[in-house]
């Protein structure tokens, strides 16, 4: 996600964290999966106990009241005996099933659903739940919190951290992916965009509904999906053997409109030049779509089809910027995923740092100038450098990563060399997971004989600015 360009928001120090562990650490191992994944910024997100492998969501959509009545089937894995569990939804739960077999469930807490099946899981067993859920998004909010956006006859949801809960159950962290399979009913004339392949968008059995159907052929962190219901301008096609589709919202201007796809258009020619620092691109699909919301963010990289804020795609200079950072989450973030959420420097450092990448790799200014400048404007704003990146805070999550993150790529770059530091980006990039912020460090060392220790203490733990030396990466 990108808010602001290299926005410099402010907060307090932190202390060091401990090393990460698994992510069911800390949570109940008996017989009853935990309310809670252990995420230490959202202690309230994600369940642990089990795995989910698959979510297949069909949404009824309904215009007049706003609201939807849906069916999620959710493929799981058990890691312990679960003789209850956990799913996120913060809209109305009206019954579920687990294996065929009616459940009992409670709403606990805001988004907090509890299931017990009539029969125990066994540690190991895949089992299925079916949830029939209803209600109207736009009418949920927790605090500051509301990922649903409404104008007119459009509405989306698409937030970071939060957003999932909103329109479907699911296991909401980004340690748990899945597959993704789609559906949402629509009145004829709307489209309904989601991630992923578009499979068909009518099934031809309604001549007053179009059923439109997305399908994701590589798990996704349930952050990274999204839906929007409007009327659209659609483009589709091939590039480099890969289906786009791209989606501008038909109330912008048909001048706004074409200036917005021309720039959609460039995602292509982006990923090209990605795929030269970071290795191939890990989807089988690429897209945009361009609400005409007033969005909360410049753009979210929700996965294989990045969400923009249309006034920033209006932006001739900042268009480039804001889609070469979205497009490389495809690797950073988007194939590789979090472990926590403190972990976030994984995420928005390398997109951050890909957006000098590719302008140095397409004649705008060098990558170790951006660096400098960026230091310099820096250097003596004390309270800047108290967000440290090992352990930023969760109400800085989404603020310093995104200066002093690629500062600190570069200057890592600096230090090891491009050999080094390209063939660390391709090989953490290429590997699908969730992985720490300290599994990263124990990364980039090995491939390394430098002693990075010093540069990390400098780059990732201190609470001040970095000395100007060759040692912490600063070349002229």
Known sequence: MLVALLALPVGMALARRAPSTDRAAGQDTGAAGGPSVGDPYFPDAGRSGYDVIKYEIAINWDVKSEAMRSTAKITARAGQPLSSFYLDLALQTDNVQVNGRDASFETQGFQNVRIVPVAPITTGSTFEVVVNYSGAPGQISRGEVRPWFSSGEEWTVAGEPESAAWWFPSNDHPSDVALMDISIRVPAGLQAISIGRLESADSGAEADFDTWHWKSRQ???????????????????MVDGRPYVYAVSMQLSAEDRARVLAQLQRSGAVIRVLE???????FTEIGGVVPVHRLQFGGLETQTRPVYNAASLLNADYAPVLIAHELAHMWFGDNVTLREWNDIFNNEAYASWAQWGVGERTGRRAANAALNAAYDRTKDEARFWEVTMIDPGADQLFGTVY?????????????????????LARDWSQRPGSRSLEDWMVAAQSHTTVNLKPFFDAWIFATVAPARTAANGFRD
């Open 403 to 423: 200066a002093r993150g690629p500062m600190a790529l570069q200057a890592l770059r600096n230090v090891i060399g491009d050999h080094a530091f390209f063939t």
């Open 276 to 282: 030269q620092m970071f290795g191939p691109y890990p």
């Open 219 to 237: 798990p996704v962190a349930t952050y990274l999906a999204f839906l929007s219901i409007g009327r659209y301008q659609l483009e589709q096609g």
